[in-house]
């Protein structure tokens, strides 16, 4: 267990330790924002488009990395991810998404970078369908060798199709049927009359729209390195409410997952701040969060408080003293220093 005594000298071991890093990887830090615009291929969802937006893959090469969306707030289906330079103005309406140039309450011009940007999608709807029955009958018709008189009822297995529809609309349709043989005794011969019902029910699931035309910059994603980063520096941009944007857990290259819940407090429209995680495997972020509209009454925006993210490998210097102390504390704030350099 560390005494009191020895706690403050980690800290100012791993101070030093920092600084340092930052000095000497400056020149081998990697973006890990790909510097074009278009839709961050998840692994849960596909890409809206090919071209526009233009779906990119993030999973290749050895600092690849894939994306997954997660569930954040049960009124919104999960967002999806852009890369997008803040600034320009995008259309992608055949989506309903229009990003702006001046988006709503922010100073976007502050930074001509790309940032990774969510946008938040309403639930999709489910209409479940009234089951419906058609019947046909063949009558007179001569019995098989065996058949005896009388009423042989026999069902098959329910079947089960699901087809998507171009604009992402499922229809889950379900069909049974049972067939309904009645052998009769007809001048002096054995007849059946066959009675074939099939009733079908269809489900339809229509994905829900991006919210406010795309431009609610919330979500939740799980980010997976292809192999162990030893150092990883996130910058968010806009963060205006305390306490929802941030860092919820990661996992280190050993496999180990720390919940560390590294929420930051807001600060004002268009700040920037920063954090830094030393040995990431994976993490999950939280970005923004719905406003009063959207049902979160804590909120002190009517829609929400959008967020982007920027993520920097920081390279460790293998000789640098000190710099495992980092590993102790997990987590540095540089907030400070960002804000003071922006
Ligand atoms: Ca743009
Ligand atoms: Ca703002
Ligand atoms: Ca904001």
Same mark, same amino acid.
């Given at each position: 267990? =560390? ?28 973006? =890990? ?7 961050? &291929? ?32 049960? &009124?919104?289906?999960?967002?999806? =991810? ?73 069902? =098959? ?24 043989? *009645? ?14 019902? &099939? ?11 991006? *919210? ?26 806009? *963060? ?10 990661? *996992? ?91």
């Amino acid at each position: 267990m =560390l005494t009191l005594k020895s706690f403050s000298k980690v800290i100012a071991a791993s101070t030093i330790g920092l600084s340092v890093l930052s000095a000497t990887s400056a020149a081998h830090a990697v973006n =890990l924002v790909p510097q074009q615009e278009g839709e961050i &291929k998840l692994t849960n969802l596909a890409c809206l488009s090919e071209t526009n937006p233009k779906c990119i893959d993030t999973s290749l090469g050895a600092i690849g990395y894939k994306v997954t969306s997660l569930n954040y707030d049960s &009124k919104f289906s999960v967002s999806r =991810l852009f890369s997008d330079k803040r600034g320009t103005a995008n259309d992608y309406s055949a989506f309903g998404i229009k990003f702006s140039a001046d988006d709503e309450g922010t100073n976007p011009n502050a930074f001509q970078e790309y940032w990774l940007r969510p946008v938040a999608y309403e639930a999709a709807t489910e209409k479940i369908g009234a089951p419906r029955t058609t019947s046909s009958k063949r009558s007179n018709l001569i019995a098989p060798p065996g058949a005896v008189v009388g009423t042989v009822t026999a069902t =098959l297995p329910s079947t089960t199709e699901t087809t998507t529809s171009s604009n992402g609309t499922k229809t889950i349709t379900t069909t049974s049927s049972e067939t309904i043989t *009645v052998t009769s005794l007809k001048n002096s011969k054995l007849v059946q009359e066959i009675t074939t019902k &099939k009733t079908t029910q269809a489900t339809t699931i229509t994905p829900g729209k991006a *919210v406010e035309n795309g431009r609610l910059e919330v979500g939740r994603f799980q980010f997976d390195f292809n192999k162990p980063l030893a150092g990883l520096e996130f910058s968010f941009f806009d *963060v205006e409410e305390s306490n929802y944007t941030g860092i919820l857990s990661y *996992v280190n290259g050993l496999g180990k997952t720390i919940s560390i819940k590294e929420l930051l407090t807001g600060g004002k429209d268009g700040n920037r701040q920063s954090l830094m995680l030393k040995d990431v495997q994976s993490f999950i972020v939280q970005l923004g969060n719905p406003g009063k509209k959207y049902g979160n009454s804590n909120s002190k925006f009517s829609t929400g408080d959008g967020a982007n993210l920027q993520l920097e490998t920081v390279p460790e210097p293998g000789a640098v003293a000190g710099l495992s102390a980092l590993a102790v504390l997990g987590m540095m704030s540089k907030r400070q220093r960002r804000n003071k350099a922006a």
